[in-house]
């Protein structure tokens, strides 16, 4: 029996006044943006999804799975997805979890102290109602399917979702409030969704959408907030000791505060430390970290003749060029670049007499890398080598943060001590949030102890590296938090699954698709973690590898559709290939590469295994039996390989190459026998 025949016959089943091909690719670039626009809105509301972006993704890979799985079992509109958006709108408006400002806690592995509904309460919600919001678009979009030759609605649908991934970055780059992402969703709710009875359609279509943008209205009118690219930025002017301060929070976290630089000296020996341990006054300076300004304004005051300020986030930097009370952004001996930090030491060939990591702290992670924060790369040992070879001679580097815990300041240190060959100076201001400062000369006689570091007490890790770039997790494991977590969401998933798709027999013809989709999965985190690296942390960068990504697997799609393409088996010879390419290849040697060179060469050790991974997708799913129902177990799969790619809090990232090697031994030891010689 074919899909159309299975489908019942009613008022949702008319005729679309939108043709099937533009209908696709809307519907695809708003299942994209809605994605894109939950894991931002809600990350900037609820602070445990600062650190998790991958439960919103995981929530709405399992939606999108549960879509194409529900064509053929329904032909009734989904207009279960807008009210259950407007629903989750208005809980986390009104229920938002941020930091306790009266209380201390570990920002790590989202241990710390908040106010609002309890994690255990919130992070369940937001998940099922992320799965049950994206369900609806996907379905839309399986519903083009049946009417297209597989390939080519394929070809739509990542058309589609290039769109998305396109609207997404121009908003973000024009810093545009939530209310436009509300008001796109609401048009396409409105376009997709047939008003069939009318009566109905202006209840569950109009009117939750209308809430949606009504309640970001209101946010964006009443929050006082400015939406970078990364945060939520939420600023307070107020008085410290008689001084007129600026208080910046990002994502409802305490982050830092636009002070007169002599008041800051003033109330915290840790601002200048890094001054007293130079042997010669710096007069070249490089700050990573320059945020709203005042350790800009510090360098000037002690001095500095020239400043380099790297600050990854624009708004922050616009910030501190306007609420500043020193105006140090406007100082001519002062250039600013907004980049990562670590992109920033990878490119540049000036030297300074001192470098100086000034709080770097996120307090975010990379979107759809499952662990990697925005200054992840800027704590391993690899890139303290980097600052040095930025040192001029007698030159500095120094860092310092409210570190939390004392293994973290050894740890630190000791990362200095391997990059510098010789021990830093350690000063601990305040045991009390463990906070510190930790400075090495290029050469032991450049740097000024009050007295020597003891070294590392025992049960201190190891130094963190490119690979494991995880400088917070002190032993090699999953924290038990996402251990659990990710359990839960696996079997809340096998159930949804068997409550809207029906037996799991109906998938079993299409295990290989779905340990394609596991396998997959891998490769997109080690492409995104990889480019990170390589380019930096940056929102550009990461929106252009996740469109890079989509543009091999539409390349491969192309090529499978145009023309004749080897058999599936020799296509898996290729796969092995390119991931046997891309473990050999090291990051040292990319990094030591001009950056077109580099762009080249990362682009075909990435892309290269995705591009012959999706060959073999494309021609399997060419000639499968139900286009949805196997479409739907390939991306339930990608929902299990963003669990599994925590695996690299153990193995590291280039660990997962291994494991994804293995998922595409048993896609292949699973595929039809018909199909093994096609």
């Not at 809980?91 to 806690?105: K, S």
């Not at 049950?132 to 589609?160: H, K, N, Q, S, T």
């Not at 860092?399 to 939390?404: A, S, T, W």
Request: with cysteine.
């Amino acid at each position: 029996m074919t899909l159309q025949a299975q489908m019942p016959v009613d008022d949702g089943k008319k005729a679309h006044w939108l043709a099937v091909r533009p209908r696709l690719v809307l519907a695809s670039a708003f299942m994209l943006f809605l994605e894109l626009a939950l894991i931002r809105w809600t990350g900037s509301n609820i602070v445990h999804l600062s650190y998790f972006t991958n439960f919103v993704l995981l929530g709405s890979f399992l939606g999108i799975g549960l879509g194409f799985l529900r064509v053929g079992r329904s032909a009734r509109q989904p207009y279960y997805s807008p009210v259950v958006l407007a629903v989750l709108v208005v809980v986390v408006w009104t229920f938002p979890v941020t930091v306790d400002r009266n209380t201390e806690g570990v920002l790590y592995w989202t241990s710390l102290s908040t106010v609002g509904p309890p994690a255990w309460l919130i992070l369940p919600v937001i998940f099922g109602a992320a799965a049950l919001v994206l369900m609806g678009p996907a379905e839309l979009v399986g519903r083009c399917f049946p009417e297209l030759p597989r390939l080519e609605a394929y070809r739509y649908d990542l058309i589609g979702s290039l769109t998305g991934i396109a609207a997404f970055t121009a908003l973000s780059f024009l810093s545009a409030p939530p209310v436009f992402w509300g008001l796109i969703a609401a048009i396409c709710y409105g376009v997709l969704l047939m008003p069939r009875p009318k009566a109905l359609y202006a209840a569950l279509v109009t009117v939750p959408s209308l809430l949606v943008v009504g309640v970001l209205l209101a946010e964006t009118l009443t929050a006082g907030a400015i939406w970078s690219p990364y945060y939520k930025v939420t600023t307070k002017a107020l008085q410290q000791l008689g001084i007129a301060v600026t208080d910046i929070a990002v994502n409802g976290i305490p982050h830092q505060q636009a002070v007169p630089a002599a008041a800051r000296l003033q109330w915290e020996a840790q601002y200048g430390l890094p001054y007293d341990r130079t042997s010669k006054p710096p007069k070249d300076v490089l700050i990573v970290g320059a945020g709203s300004g005042t350790d800009v304004a510090i360098a000037l005051s002690k001095g500095a003749n020239r400043v380099d300020a790297v600050e990854i986030d624009p708004k922050l930097r616009e910030l501190g060029a306007s609420v500043h009370p020193d105006k140090p952004y406007d100082d001519p001996r002062v250039t600013t670049h907004v980049t990562d930090g670590r992109a920033f030491l990878e490119r540049s060939g000036d030297k300074y007499d001192l470098i100086l990591f000034a709080l770097p702290d996120s307090l975010t992670l990379v979107s759809g890398a499952s662990s990697l924060r925005l200054e992840s790369y800027l704590f391993t040992e690899e890139a303290m080598r980097a600052a040095r070879d930025h040192l001029k001679p007698g030159g500095t580097f120094s860092m310092y943060n409210y570190y939390r815990e004392s293994w973290l300041v050894d740890r630190l240190a000791s990362t200095m001590q391997n990059a510098f060959g010789h021990k830093p100076c350690v000063d601990v201001v305040s045991t009390a949030g463990q906070q510190a400062v930790i400075t090495a000369g290029l050469a032991a006689t450049d740097q000024r102890c009050a007295t020597e570091w003891p070294g590392a007490a025992a049960g201190t890790p190891q130094p963190a590296d490119d690979d494991r770039p995880f400088l917070y997790l002190k032993d090699a494991t999953i924290p038990s938090i996402y251990v659990i977590t990710l359990g839960l969401i696996l079997i809340v998933s096998l159930l949804a699954v068997r409550v809207v798709a029906g037996p799991y027999a109906r998938m079993r013809p299409y295990a290989d698709l779905f340990l394609l989709g596991v396998a997959f999965m891998l490769l997109e985190t080690k492409s995104v973690t990889g480019f990170a690296l390589l380019f930096g942390t940056t929102w550009v960068v990461n929106a252009i590898v996740f469109a890079g990504v989509l543009v091999a697997v539409l390349a491969a799609v192309e090529v499978t559709r145009r023309f004749r393409v080897p058999p599936i088996p020799v296509m898996y010879g290729v796969l092995f290939a390119g991931l046997l390419l891309a473990w050999l290849v090291p990051n040292e040697w990319l990094l030591s590469l001009p950056v077109p060179l580099r762009a080249v060469a990362a682009v075909t050790v990435a892309f290269l295994p995705i591009f012959a991974a999706n060959v073999v997708f494309a021609k399997r799913f060419a000639d499968t039996a139900d286009a949805t129902t196997s479409f739907g177990a390939n991306l339930l799969g990608a929902m299990v390989g963003g669990c599994l790619e925590y695996a690299a809090l153990v193995i590291g990232y280039k660990g997962l190459l291994i494991v994804a090697a293995v998922l595409y031994l048993g896609a292949m030891a699973l595929l039809p026998r018909k199909r093994a010689l096609a």
